[in-house]
Nanobody, 117 residues
Framework: QVQLVESGGGLVQPGGSLRLSCAAS????????MGWYRQALGRERELVAA???????NYADSVKGRFTISRDNAKNTVYLQMNSLKPEDTAVYYC???????????WGKGTLVTVSV
């Protein structure tokens, strides 16, 4: 199975930046796409950004122009650069990987991002 480990969360002031990392291990050759989801307290989990194995990306409207997803295939790592952070970005951020051929997906345990003064 694919294992995903997130890092990089923390407390940041409004307007600040953070970079999240997601390191993948296991049969990573099978991964079709990876992405970041987030879940704020009392709300449903939502897609933030995703990137396919050929580099195509898509973003939630709420983060377009502020967040950037990227991947380093040599390090088996996906990043989420978050700029101009807002209090409403506060959430647990989860890394997600999809294996289309197997009809499977995998989740990391999440990393907390708190945007507050």
């Amino acid at each position: 199975q694919v294992q995903l480990v997130e890092s990089g969360g923390g407390l940041v002031q409004p307007g600040g930046s953070l970079r999240l990392s997601c390191a993948a291990s296991g049969p990573i050759f099978s991964i079709s796409s990876m992405g970041w989801y987030r879940q704020a307290l009392g709300r449903e989990r939502e897609l933030v950004a995703a990137i396919t194995n050929v580099g195509s990306t898509n973003y939630a409207d709420s983060v377009k122009g502020r967040f950037t997803i990227s991947r380093d295939n040599a390090k088996n790592t996906v990043y989420l650069q978050m700029n101009s952070l807002k209090p409403e970005d506060t959430a647990v951020y989860y890394c997600h990987a999809v294996v289309h051929a197997a009809g499977s997906d995998f989740w990391g345990k999440g990393t907390l991002v708190t945007v507050s003064v």
